[in-house]
């Protein structure tokens, strides 16, 4: 009968070639905690395995997705969590992804009702600060620093100071999320919904939101794609 035999050790170049990191790059992601420590020779040489390859191909999707910081700390996590946390920790990725995916697409309705000059006919419906603040999933004083900042105006104030938002502040409220999400600054926001009401206006906020979409896309098919490694290393825990 054969005996099993173990994968022969890999030096930190044959990490970094398969990897696609340069050798101090998987030397900094092991002092970070992305990948386990090396095994060391008696001549202070690492030794690693084709598990490290994994994780650093994980890794490298987690902050495609994620940024850099969220999967350094994920990556950590992993190594250690059971199979149920870990799974709940990746699938908390897809989630927000999809959540990012559904506010941009809400700031694309709410940029076609300004292009259509929604305004004569729509229903009274309003929100609430709180109801607005869960909807977008920001805090109310998010949205208190941004009424501050003049990029939006609650529609109405009761008597005792209560913020009510209709149809319309609430599409302006998504279009600032999305604008936010996709790196405007502040000033770059009142630029934005200032330029709204313009052909060219609407035009360029509405070419921001379909990058920020295939963005998001791309960010969605990349995490799929670490899924393989991801497992793995949660397997190897």
Not at 105 to 115: K, S
Not at 183 to 197: D, F, H, K, W
Request: overall charge positive.
């Amino acid at each position: 009968m054969l005996e099993e035999t173990q994968p022969a050790p890999l030096r930190t170049v044959d990490v970094a070639r398969e990897s696609g990191y340069s050798v101090q790059q998987v030397r900094d992601l092991e002092r970070l905690g992305v990948i386990p420590p090396a095994v060391r020779s008696a001549n202070s040489y690492r030794s690693y395995t084709p598990l490290h390859v994994r994780a650093l191909r994980a890794y490298r999707g987690l902050a495609e997705a994620t940024g850099p910081f969220e999967a350094r700390r994920l990556l950590t996590e992993l190594r250690t969590a059971t199979p149920t946390d870990a799974a709940s920790a990746v699938n908390a990725v897809h989630v927000r992804l999809a959540r990012e995916r559904e506010e941009a697409l809400r700031a694309q309705q709410a940029l076609r009702a300004i292009e259509a000059e929604k305004g004569a006919g729509h229903d009274d419906d309003t929100m609430t600060i709180t109801e607005l603040a869960g909807a977008l999933g920001v805090r109310t004083s998010t949205l208190r620093f941004w009424e501050e900042e003049g990029l939006l105006t609650p529609e109405r104030v009761t008597s005792l100071r209560a913020r009510r938002y209709g149809p319309s502040a609430v599409g302006t409220a998504r279009i600032v999320v999305a604008l936010r999400s996709a790196g405007y600054g502040i000033p770059a926001v009142r630029e934005a919904l200032a330029s709204l009401p313009q052909d060219n206006g609407l035009e360029e906020t509405s070419r921001v939101l379909r990058n920020r979409l295939d963005r998001i896309a791309a960010r969605t098919v990349t995490l799929l794609r670490a899924g393989a490694d991801l497992a793995a290393v949660i397997d190897a825990r």
